[in-house]
Protein backbone atom coordinates (compact mmCIF):
# COMPACT_ATOMS: atom_id res chain seq x y z
CA UNK A 1 0.00 0.00 0.00
CA UNK A 2 1.18 3.73 -0.68
CA UNK A 3 4.05 4.45 1.81
CA UNK A 4 3.23 1.96 3.83
CA UNK A 5 6.80 0.23 3.82
CA UNK A 6 8.53 3.65 4.08
CA UNK A 7 7.93 3.25 8.06
CA UNK A 8 10.02 0.21 8.27
CA UNK A 9 12.64 0.50 10.63
CA UNK A 10 10.97 4.35 12.03
CA UNK A 11 9.48 4.89 15.46
CA UNK A 12 7.15 2.83 17.37
CA UNK A 13 5.01 0.34 15.95
CA UNK A 14 3.54 -0.76 19.02
CA UNK A 15 2.72 3.34 20.13
CA UNK A 16 1.47 3.55 16.19
CA UNK A 17 -1.16 0.58 16.91
CA UNK A 18 -2.03 1.11 20.25
CA UNK A 19 -2.97 4.71 18.95
CA UNK A 20 -4.84 3.78 16.19
CA UNK A 21 -6.87 0.70 18.15
CA UNK A 22 -7.76 3.51 21.02
CA UNK A 23 -8.68 5.58 18.07
CA UNK A 24 -10.29 2.99 16.70
CA UNK A 25 -12.89 2.04 19.44
CA UNK A 26 -13.12 6.06 20.94
CA UNK A 27 -14.72 6.61 17.50
CA UNK A 28 -17.21 4.24 17.43
CA UNK A 29 -18.32 5.20 20.94
CA UNK A 30 -18.34 8.85 19.64
CA UNK A 31 -20.95 7.88 17.01
CA UNK A 32 -22.73 5.34 18.65
CA UNK A 33 -25.85 7.45 18.88
CA UNK A 34 -26.04 7.54 15.05
CA UNK A 35 -26.87 3.69 13.79
CA UNK A 36 -28.98 3.28 16.92
CA UNK A 37 -31.12 6.65 16.11
CA UNK A 38 -33.66 5.37 14.45
CA UNK A 39 -34.12 2.20 17.44
CA UNK A 40 -33.73 5.14 20.03
CA UNK A 41 -36.72 7.29 18.50
CA UNK A 42 -38.69 4.37 18.30
CA UNK A 43 -38.43 3.17 21.86
CA UNK A 44 -38.71 6.92 22.86
CA UNK A 45 -41.86 7.38 20.74
CA UNK A 46 -43.39 4.13 22.66
CA UNK A 47 -43.31 6.12 25.96
CA UNK A 48 -44.66 9.06 24.43
CA UNK A 49 -42.27 11.15 23.25
CA UNK A 50 -42.13 11.72 19.56
CA UNK A 51 -39.36 13.18 18.31
CA UNK A 52 -38.92 15.97 15.69
CA UNK A 53 -36.52 15.41 12.80
CA UNK A 54 -34.76 18.11 14.40
CA UNK A 55 -34.40 16.83 17.47
CA UNK A 56 -33.37 14.00 16.31
CA UNK A 57 -30.08 15.85 14.80
CA UNK A 58 -29.77 17.45 17.81
CA UNK A 59 -29.43 14.13 19.55
CA UNK A 60 -26.83 12.80 17.40
CA UNK A 61 -25.18 16.51 17.18
CA UNK A 62 -24.51 16.63 21.25
CA UNK A 63 -21.92 13.84 21.34
CA UNK A 64 -19.97 15.34 17.58
CA UNK A 65 -20.22 18.83 19.64
CA UNK A 66 -18.82 17.69 23.56
CA UNK A 67 -15.77 15.97 21.50
CA UNK A 68 -14.95 19.17 19.27
CA UNK A 69 -15.10 21.33 22.81
CA UNK A 70 -12.67 18.76 24.57
CA UNK A 71 -10.34 18.13 22.09
CA UNK A 72 -8.58 21.80 22.96
CA UNK A 73 -9.02 20.25 26.49
CA UNK A 74 -7.19 17.43 26.05
CA UNK A 75 -4.71 18.48 23.41
CA UNK A 76 -3.83 21.09 26.01
CA UNK A 77 -3.61 18.14 28.77
CA UNK A 78 -1.33 16.20 26.07
CA UNK A 79 1.21 19.41 26.43
CA UNK A 80 1.22 19.09 30.13
CA UNK A 81 0.85 15.05 31.59
CA UNK A 82 1.51 13.48 28.06
CA UNK A 83 -0.46 11.64 25.87
CA UNK A 84 -0.93 8.35 27.62
CA UNK A 85 -2.19 9.82 30.88
CA UNK A 86 -4.31 11.98 29.31
CA UNK A 87 -5.95 8.94 26.87
CA UNK A 88 -6.29 6.90 30.16
CA UNK A 89 -7.89 9.44 31.93
CA UNK A 90 -10.76 10.11 28.97
CA UNK A 91 -10.59 7.02 28.92
CA UNK A 92 -12.17 6.27 32.02
CA UNK A 93 -14.95 8.32 31.57
CA UNK A 94 -16.13 6.88 28.69
CA UNK A 95 -15.93 3.55 30.25
CA UNK A 96 -18.21 4.90 33.18
CA UNK A 97 -20.41 6.55 30.59
CA UNK A 98 -21.22 3.34 29.14
CA UNK A 99 -21.70 1.04 31.97
CA UNK A 100 -24.27 4.01 33.06
CA UNK A 101 -26.09 3.93 29.49
CA UNK A 102 -26.20 0.18 30.02
CA UNK A 103 -27.73 0.00 33.26
CA UNK A 104 -30.48 2.96 33.23
CA UNK A 105 -30.70 3.70 29.75
CA UNK A 106 -34.54 2.13 29.07
CA UNK A 107 -36.13 5.13 30.71
CA UNK A 108 -33.83 7.63 29.93
CA UNK A 109 -35.50 11.06 29.21
CA UNK A 110 -34.39 12.82 25.61
CA UNK A 111 -32.78 15.12 28.22
CA UNK A 112 -30.68 12.25 29.87
CA UNK A 113 -29.87 11.34 26.31
CA UNK A 114 -28.03 14.66 25.52
CA UNK A 115 -26.53 14.30 28.70
CA UNK A 116 -25.53 10.82 27.97
CA UNK A 117 -23.86 12.65 24.76
CA UNK A 118 -21.22 15.29 26.81
CA UNK A 119 -19.75 11.94 27.95
CA UNK A 120 -19.25 10.19 24.78
CA UNK A 121 -17.68 13.45 23.56
CA UNK A 122 -14.83 12.76 25.28
CA UNK A 123 -14.26 9.32 22.82
CA UNK A 124 -14.15 12.22 20.24
CA UNK A 125 -11.69 13.87 21.94
CA UNK A 126 -9.24 11.00 21.17
CA UNK A 127 -8.87 12.88 18.27
CA UNK A 128 -6.24 14.91 19.96
CA UNK A 129 -4.42 12.39 21.85
CA UNK A 130 -3.84 9.34 19.23
CA UNK A 131 -2.92 11.69 16.31
CA UNK A 132 -0.37 13.68 18.42
CA UNK A 133 0.96 10.54 20.09
CA UNK A 134 1.36 8.29 16.77
CA UNK A 135 3.33 11.51 15.19
CA UNK A 136 5.50 12.67 17.62
CA UNK A 137 7.84 9.28 17.17
CA UNK A 138 8.29 9.92 12.91
CA UNK A 139 10.20 12.23 11.53
CA UNK A 140 8.09 15.18 9.09
CA UNK A 141 8.48 13.04 5.74
CA UNK A 142 5.88 10.35 7.32
CA UNK A 143 3.41 12.59 8.56
CA UNK A 144 0.82 11.93 5.82
CA UNK A 145 1.06 8.63 6.11
CA UNK A 146 1.56 7.39 9.99
CA UNK A 147 -1.31 10.21 11.07
CA UNK A 148 -3.31 8.70 8.01
CA UNK A 149 -2.97 5.20 9.75
CA UNK A 150 -3.67 6.44 12.69
CA UNK A 151 -6.43 8.50 11.82
CA UNK A 152 -7.83 5.35 10.10
CA UNK A 153 -9.46 4.79 13.70
CA UNK A 154 -12.27 6.21 11.42
CA UNK A 155 -13.13 2.80 10.53
CA UNK A 156 -14.55 2.60 14.83
CA UNK A 157 -18.12 4.09 12.90
CA UNK A 158 -18.54 1.62 10.64
CA UNK A 159 -18.00 -1.10 13.03
CA UNK A 160 -20.95 0.84 14.73
CA UNK A 161 -22.82 0.31 11.91
CA UNK A 162 -22.24 -3.00 11.28
CA UNK A 163 -23.01 -4.36 14.72
CA UNK A 164 -24.84 -2.32 16.73
CA UNK A 165 -28.48 -2.22 14.83
CA UNK A 166 -27.81 -6.19 14.94
CA UNK A 167 -26.99 -6.34 19.15
CA UNK A 168 -30.08 -3.91 19.13
CA UNK A 169 -32.45 -6.16 17.46
CA UNK A 170 -31.13 -9.21 19.60
CA UNK A 171 -30.93 -7.59 23.23
CA UNK A 172 -32.49 -3.81 22.79
CA UNK A 173 -31.01 -0.82 22.21
CA UNK A 174 -28.89 -0.67 25.46
CA UNK A 175 -27.12 -3.40 25.29
CA UNK A 176 -25.47 -2.24 22.61
CA UNK A 177 -23.61 0.04 25.47
CA UNK A 178 -22.42 -3.15 27.65
CA UNK A 179 -20.78 -4.40 24.76
CA UNK A 180 -18.86 -0.97 24.03
CA UNK A 181 -18.72 -0.42 27.61
CA UNK A 182 -16.38 -4.08 27.99
CA UNK A 183 -14.77 -3.57 24.66
CA UNK A 184 -13.35 -0.28 26.19
CA UNK A 185 -12.54 -1.99 29.07
CA UNK A 186 -10.39 -4.40 26.83
CA UNK A 187 -8.53 -1.45 24.76
CA UNK A 188 -8.49 0.29 27.68
CA UNK A 189 -5.64 -2.57 29.40
CA UNK A 190 -3.87 -3.24 25.78
CA UNK A 191 -3.47 0.84 25.34
CA UNK A 192 -1.98 0.81 28.77
CA UNK A 193 1.31 -1.79 28.39
CA UNK A 194 1.49 -1.10 24.49
CA UNK A 195 1.47 2.85 23.91
CA UNK A 196 4.52 5.03 24.67
CA UNK A 197 5.16 8.53 24.90
CA UNK A 198 8.39 9.69 22.82
CA UNK A 199 11.00 10.00 24.65
CA UNK A 200 13.10 13.25 24.76
CA UNK A 201 15.74 12.19 22.50
CA UNK A 202 12.74 11.85 20.08
CA UNK A 203 10.51 14.22 20.58
CA UNK A 204 11.11 16.76 23.14
CA UNK A 205 7.59 18.10 24.08
CA UNK A 206 7.24 22.02 25.32
CA UNK A 207 4.63 22.62 28.63
CA UNK A 208 2.02 24.27 27.34
CA UNK A 209 0.41 27.92 28.26
CA UNK A 210 -3.23 29.77 27.93
CA UNK A 211 -0.45 31.96 25.66
CA UNK A 212 0.19 29.40 23.47
CA UNK A 213 -3.59 29.06 22.48
CA UNK A 214 -3.66 32.26 22.23
CA UNK A 215 -0.66 32.83 20.06
CA UNK A 216 -2.12 30.48 17.67
CA UNK A 217 -5.12 32.04 17.53
CA UNK A 218 -4.17 35.26 16.19
CA UNK A 219 -1.78 33.01 13.48
CA UNK A 220 -4.35 33.16 10.33
CA UNK A 221 -3.09 29.59 8.65
CA UNK A 222 -4.78 27.99 12.14
CA UNK A 223 -7.73 29.86 10.92
CA UNK A 224 -7.38 28.45 7.42
CA UNK A 225 -6.45 24.61 8.54
CA UNK A 226 -9.99 25.01 10.35
CA UNK A 227 -11.89 25.71 7.46
CA UNK A 228 -10.34 22.87 5.34
CA UNK A 229 -10.84 20.25 8.20
CA UNK A 230 -14.66 21.86 9.31
CA UNK A 231 -15.19 20.92 5.65
CA UNK A 232 -13.53 17.43 5.04
CA UNK A 233 -13.97 16.27 8.42
CA UNK A 234 -17.09 17.89 9.35
CA UNK A 235 -18.74 16.39 6.26
CA UNK A 236 -17.48 13.43 6.70
CA UNK A 237 -18.39 13.13 10.25
CA UNK A 238 -21.67 15.06 9.88
CA UNK A 239 -22.51 12.00 7.23
CA UNK A 240 -21.33 9.10 8.80
CA UNK A 241 -23.74 9.98 11.84
CA UNK A 242 -26.54 11.09 10.03
CA UNK A 243 -25.97 8.28 7.44
CA UNK A 244 -28.86 5.42 8.91
CA UNK A 245 -31.11 8.94 8.94
CA UNK A 246 -30.86 9.73 5.78
CA UNK A 247 -31.14 5.89 4.40
CA UNK A 248 -34.08 5.45 6.13
CA UNK A 249 -35.74 8.39 5.26
CA UNK A 250 -35.18 8.58 1.19
CA UNK A 251 -34.92 4.33 1.13
CA UNK A 252 -36.15 2.46 3.77
CA UNK A 253 -39.55 3.50 4.45
CA UNK A 254 -41.18 0.07 3.81
CA UNK A 255 -41.28 -3.83 3.84
CA UNK A 256 -39.96 -3.78 0.25
CA UNK A 257 -36.66 -2.31 -0.19
CA UNK A 258 -35.33 -1.59 -3.68
CA UNK A 259 -37.54 -4.79 -5.08
CA UNK A 260 -36.27 -6.99 -2.38
CA UNK A 261 -38.80 -8.04 0.55
CA UNK A 262 -37.41 -7.27 4.01
CA UNK A 263 -38.88 -9.74 6.84
CA UNK A 264 -39.76 -7.07 9.72
CA UNK A 265 -39.39 -4.18 10.63
CA UNK A 266 -36.67 -4.57 13.10
CA UNK A 267 -34.45 -6.31 10.01
CA UNK A 268 -35.36 -3.15 8.14
CA UNK A 269 -33.19 -1.13 10.10
CA UNK A 270 -30.13 -3.56 10.51
CA UNK A 271 -30.15 -3.23 6.11
CA UNK A 272 -29.99 0.39 6.58
CA UNK A 273 -26.55 0.00 8.74
CA UNK A 274 -25.13 -1.97 6.79
CA UNK A 275 -25.23 -0.12 3.87
CA UNK A 276 -24.52 2.79 5.55
CA UNK A 277 -21.26 1.05 7.11
CA UNK A 278 -20.66 0.54 3.32
CA UNK A 279 -20.58 3.97 2.44
CA UNK A 280 -18.63 5.49 5.43
CA UNK A 281 -15.94 2.70 5.36
CA UNK A 282 -14.90 4.24 2.19
CA UNK A 283 -13.72 7.31 3.82
CA UNK A 284 -12.06 5.21 6.92
CA UNK A 285 -10.05 3.41 4.81
CA UNK A 286 -8.68 5.90 2.72
CA UNK A 287 -7.67 8.33 4.93
CA UNK A 288 -4.37 6.76 5.14
CA UNK A 289 -4.34 6.59 1.45
CA UNK A 290 -4.80 10.23 1.02
CA UNK A 291 -2.06 11.08 3.52
CA UNK A 292 0.06 8.63 1.43
CA UNK A 293 -0.75 11.05 -1.66
CA UNK A 294 -0.44 14.07 -0.36
CA UNK A 295 3.14 13.28 0.74
CA UNK A 296 3.94 12.24 -2.38
CA UNK A 297 1.70 15.27 -4.63
CA UNK A 298 1.81 16.98 -1.80
CA UNK A 299 -0.99 18.13 0.40
CA UNK A 300 -2.51 21.28 -1.64
CA UNK A 301 -2.78 19.65 -4.74
CA UNK A 302 -4.28 16.62 -2.98
CA UNK A 303 -7.30 19.16 -1.06
CA UNK A 304 -8.11 20.09 -5.15
CA UNK A 305 -8.26 17.30 -6.11
CA UNK A 306 -10.92 15.49 -3.53
CA UNK A 307 -12.61 18.75 -2.73
CA UNK A 308 -13.71 19.23 -6.01
CA UNK A 309 -14.78 15.39 -6.18
CA UNK A 310 -16.93 15.98 -3.25
CA UNK A 311 -18.34 19.27 -4.83
CA UNK A 312 -19.17 17.97 -7.98
CA UNK A 313 -20.67 14.18 -6.46
CA UNK A 314 -22.88 17.00 -3.86
CA UNK A 315 -24.43 18.21 -6.54
CA UNK A 316 -25.71 15.06 -8.52
CA UNK A 317 -27.14 13.82 -4.72
CA UNK A 318 -28.70 17.12 -4.83
CA UNK A 319 -30.80 17.47 -7.87
CA UNK A 320 -31.19 14.01 -9.11
CA UNK A 321 -33.09 11.37 -8.00
CA UNK A 322 -31.14 8.18 -8.15
CA UNK A 323 -32.18 4.75 -8.06
CA UNK A 324 -30.90 3.02 -5.14
CA UNK A 325 -27.82 1.41 -5.85
CA UNK A 326 -26.43 4.74 -8.08
CA UNK A 327 -26.97 6.93 -4.71
CA UNK A 328 -24.77 4.80 -2.54
CA UNK A 329 -22.37 4.55 -5.37
CA UNK A 330 -22.32 8.44 -5.27
CA UNK A 331 -22.58 8.53 -1.11
CA UNK A 332 -19.54 5.86 -1.33
CA UNK A 333 -17.02 8.00 -3.65
CA UNK A 334 -18.25 10.95 -1.63
CA UNK A 335 -16.75 10.20 1.84
CA UNK A 336 -14.16 8.32 0.18
CA UNK A 337 -12.79 11.83 -1.27
CA UNK A 338 -13.70 13.21 2.19
CA UNK A 339 -11.36 10.85 3.99
CA UNK A 340 -8.81 11.14 1.84
CA UNK A 341 -9.20 14.73 1.89
CA UNK A 342 -9.13 14.41 5.82
CA UNK A 343 -5.75 12.77 5.32
CA UNK A 344 -4.08 15.40 3.37
CA UNK A 345 -4.54 18.52 5.53
CA UNK A 346 -3.17 16.48 8.34
CA UNK A 347 -0.01 15.76 5.73
CA UNK A 348 0.13 19.67 5.85
CA UNK A 349 -0.81 19.81 9.80
CA UNK A 350 2.55 18.88 11.05
CA UNK A 351 4.89 20.36 8.92
CA UNK A 352 3.58 24.12 9.63
CA UNK A 353 2.91 23.67 13.19
CA UNK A 354 5.91 20.76 14.41
CA UNK A 355 6.55 22.23 17.61
CA UNK A 356 2.69 22.81 18.65
CA UNK A 357 1.54 19.86 17.51
CA UNK A 358 -0.39 19.01 20.14
CA UNK A 359 -2.33 22.24 20.60
CA UNK A 360 -2.67 22.36 16.66
CA UNK A 361 -4.58 18.74 17.11
CA UNK A 362 -6.90 19.98 19.61
CA UNK A 363 -7.83 23.27 18.15
CA UNK A 364 -7.98 21.90 14.72
CA UNK A 365 -9.62 18.97 15.40
CA UNK A 366 -12.25 21.35 17.31
CA UNK A 367 -12.64 22.79 13.88
CA UNK A 368 -13.72 19.65 12.54
CA UNK A 369 -16.26 18.50 15.09
CA UNK A 370 -18.01 21.80 15.09
CA UNK A 371 -18.30 21.22 11.51
CA UNK A 372 -19.91 18.09 11.98
CA UNK A 373 -22.33 19.63 14.05
CA UNK A 374 -23.27 22.16 11.53
CA UNK A 375 -23.96 19.25 8.50
CA UNK A 376 -25.73 17.20 11.45
CA UNK A 377 -28.03 20.86 12.10
CA UNK A 378 -28.33 21.61 8.44
CA UNK A 379 -29.60 18.00 7.76
CA UNK A 380 -31.69 17.71 9.85
CA UNK A 381 -33.35 21.17 9.38
CA UNK A 382 -33.46 20.56 5.22
CA UNK A 383 -35.37 17.76 5.69
CA UNK A 384 -37.88 19.53 8.47
CA UNK A 385 -38.65 22.95 6.36
CA UNK A 386 -38.17 21.30 2.94
CA UNK A 387 -39.25 18.06 3.03
CA UNK A 388 -36.28 16.72 1.17
CA UNK A 389 -32.06 17.36 1.21
CA UNK A 390 -31.76 19.07 -1.97
CA UNK A 391 -30.83 22.01 0.34
CA UNK A 392 -28.92 20.45 2.68
CA UNK A 393 -27.01 18.56 0.06
CA UNK A 394 -26.29 22.04 -1.88
CA UNK A 395 -25.57 24.18 1.36
CA UNK A 396 -22.71 21.40 2.13
CA UNK A 397 -21.77 21.59 -1.58
CA UNK A 398 -21.07 25.26 -0.76
CA UNK A 399 -18.93 25.06 1.70
CA UNK A 400 -16.61 22.84 -0.11
CA UNK A 401 -16.44 25.21 -3.09
CA UNK A 402 -15.44 27.70 -0.37
CA UNK A 403 -12.74 25.54 1.18
CA UNK A 404 -10.99 25.18 -2.69
CA UNK A 405 -10.81 29.05 -3.01
CA UNK A 406 -9.03 28.80 0.59
CA UNK A 407 -6.72 26.52 -1.00
CA UNK A 408 -6.17 28.70 -3.75
CA UNK A 409 -5.30 31.80 -1.60
CA UNK A 410 -2.85 30.12 0.72
CA UNK A 411 -1.39 27.86 -1.84
CA UNK A 412 1.71 30.62 -3.13
CA UNK A 413 2.53 31.89 0.39
CA UNK A 414 2.47 28.24 2.04
CA UNK A 415 5.06 27.25 -1.02
CA UNK A 416 7.58 30.04 -0.75
CA UNK A 417 7.30 30.51 3.01
CA UNK A 418 7.49 27.55 5.46
CA UNK A 419 7.00 24.82 2.78
CA UNK A 420 10.62 25.51 1.63
CA UNK A 421 12.08 24.33 4.71
CA UNK A 422 9.35 22.05 6.25
CA UNK A 423 11.07 18.33 5.23
CA UNK A 424 7.99 17.68 3.04
CA UNK A 425 6.01 18.36 -0.28
CA UNK A 426 2.83 20.51 0.20
Not at 123 to 129: C, K, N
Amino acid sequence: MIGFNRLKGEGSPSTLFAAFLYFDMSFMVWTMLGPLATEITDSMAAYGFLMTASESATMLAVPILSGALLRIVLGFLVGVIGPKKTALMAQFIVMVTLFYVASFGEHMSYDELLLIGIGLGFAGASFAVALPQAGQWYPQRLQGVVLGIAGIGNMGVVLGFLFAPKIAELWGWQSVFLVAAFLSLLVFIIYLFMAKDAPKEVYRPRVKRLSDYVRLLKDRDTWWFNLFYAVSFGTFVGFAVYMKVYLMAMYFDDMEVFGIEILGEENIHVVAGYFAALCIMSGALLRPIGGAIADRIGGIKSLYIFLVNVVILLTISAFLTLPFWIAIIIMFLIMANLGMANGAVFQLVPQRFSKDIGIMTGIIGAAGGLGGVAILEILGASTLTFGDYTVGFMFIAANALIAIVGVSLVKRRWRTTWGLKSGGII
